[in-house]
């Protein structure tokens, strides 16, 4: 790797430190980069950032950082791996988390349209509330084509998330009198569905423009595994529902290993 890249790499990840807001929004503003280096025909490492920003007030709310190694076991199939420590201002004191995550993609073709699906595990430490593992399953179809300029491509995306060792709540018969029983509430609890528009201005730079929109959700599969729920006392809810949407724009740079062929 040439100095020239280490130095590129170098200034995107000081600007990954930056620190933010932990302030709650029902719309959120996004801003991110990513900075690709390809190894060779099959290995890639990834540096990114992603700001997220309330809208009332308007206020940066978290940074969160991304350092990744992809592998491309096949033509269709790649694992990846990356570690994201994420900061967080809270309003009595500052938070850092940090999280481990692998996923294996499949890409595939969908009426002669690029269709990728992925599952991915991440483990957060410290835990939070509502889950310390989480695993994600995720879509994304890519409508590629010849007629829009500059490489213009629209995309949607869905996800769906299982959350898994959170704090235990206490659950209560209907007369909300007596403990049923305290467990995690490890379930479905997200969704997310998205879209946007994906261009290259000049070579290896491309910019995205999206819109995605989150809910949070209780199933009838399992029981005794919900969130958003009444307290002891019935005063307040415990765990609340984080629904929210959003848009964003994201900024990606991709540089190439020329010693490979």
Known sequence: MKLKNLYIIFIFSVLGSVQAQDVSSSFNLYSGYNLNYRIDKKMKLQFGSLLCFNTSPTKLQYVQSKIGFSYRNTKKVT???AFSPM???GKTKDIWYQKLSGQISHSSKLFGFGLKNAIKAEWHFPKLNKYQFRVIYS??????NKVLPLRMTPYITYKLYYYAGGNPLNYYDDAHENIVTSNAPNDFHRYRIGGGIRFRPIKHFYISIYYLFQ?????????NKQI???NDKQTA??????DYQ???ISFSYSITNKNYK
Not at 215 to 223: D, G, P, V
Request: charged share 20%.
């Open 79 to 81: 694992t990846s791996f």
């Open 87 to 89: 900061f967080f201002k």
């Open 139 to 144: 879509m994304k179809y890519a409508f590629k």
């Open 215 to 223: 809910q949070e959700f209780n199933t009838t599969f399992t029981k």
């Open 228 to 230: 958003n729920i009444l």
């Open 237 to 242: 809810i415990k765990y609340p529902f984080n």
């Open 246 to 248: 959003g848009v964003g």
